[in-house]
């Protein structure tokens, strides 16, 4: 298994310009998560989606961010317009489904897209 | 709302010393609690994980966590490091009913010295 899939890794953009991240999460995994990462705030949840369906957008911080998930291999973060202070490392991970006690519980965290936004 | 402390924002030990990395929790009844390592420009791993039963938790790359309710802590241990266990360690925190929320604490940052 490939794991967590992000792109893109890296992201230099300009203020007020649209940004996207990708994410595709692991075969059968129901349950996605966008965290962002910053030196002032640490790990911080964006989004949680349970089958495709958004369960917790609480963490989103302003209308400026959208998250969306097409289907079960796929997920998007999307910036509009972006701002200097977005600059972070934006992880996704993906978590199977509990369906026993036995289950993990463990995120699979993808290798981040460090956004700068100048 | 559950909440996870890290008191340590940076802890350096020697190689082949021991270490003890804090971790303190809020939550209304047992949560499930995780320790989690990124290296530098990685993702997070799982190191262990508590959900129940015997409250001292084995993990991989020789880690131990001990699960004590009366001081809602959590705290990581390994008794010999390692130069490649420099790397960034988090602690968390997941609601055991219900929307299964996962809290992190801020993180503790490890430094290995010769």
């Known amino acids: 298994d490939a794991g967590v899939i992000q792109s893109p890794r890296h992201e230099v953009t300009e203020m007020g310009q649209e940004v996207t991240l990708r994410c595709k999460p692991i075969s059968g995994h129901n349950s996605l998560f966008w965290y962002r990462q910053t030196m002032m705030r640490g790990l911080e949840l964006l989004i949680y989606?349970?089958?495709?369906?958004?369960?917790?957008d609480s963490g989103m911080p302003e209308d400026r961010f959208s998250a969306k998930m097409p289907n079960a291999s796929f997920s998007t973060l999307k910036i509009q317009p972006s701002e200097p202070r977005d600059s972070a490392v934006y992880f996704c991970?993906?978590?199977?489904?509990?369906?026993?006690?036995?289950?993990?519980?463990?995120?699979?965290f993808g290798p981040g897209t460090r956004l700068t936004v100048l | 709302a559950q909440s996870v402390t890290q008191p340590d924002i940076h802890i350096t030990v020697s190689e082949g010393a021991s270490l003890e990395l804090r971790c303190n929790y809020s939550y209304g009844a047992t949560p499930y609690l995780f320790w989690y390592v990124q290296s530098p420009g990685q993702g997070l791993q799982l190191l262990l994980k508590y959900f129940s039963g015997d409250t001292l938790v084995q993990g991989i790359k020789g880690f131990e966590a001990e699960f004590k309710r009366s001081q809602s802590s959590f705290n990581l241990r390994k008794p010999s490091v390692h130069w490649s266990d420099a790397a960034e360690y988090f602690c968390?925190?997941?609601?055991?009913?219900?929307?299964?929320?996962?809290?992190f604490g801020t993180g503790t940052k490890l430094q290995v010295i010769p």
């Open positions: 968390a925190c997941m609601n055991s009913g219900g929307y299964q929320k996962v809290t």
């Open positions: 989606f349970n089958n495709n369906v958004p369960i917790d």
């Open positions: 991970a993906s978590r199977p489904e509990r369906l026993a006690r036995e289950w993990s519980h463990e995120q699979f």
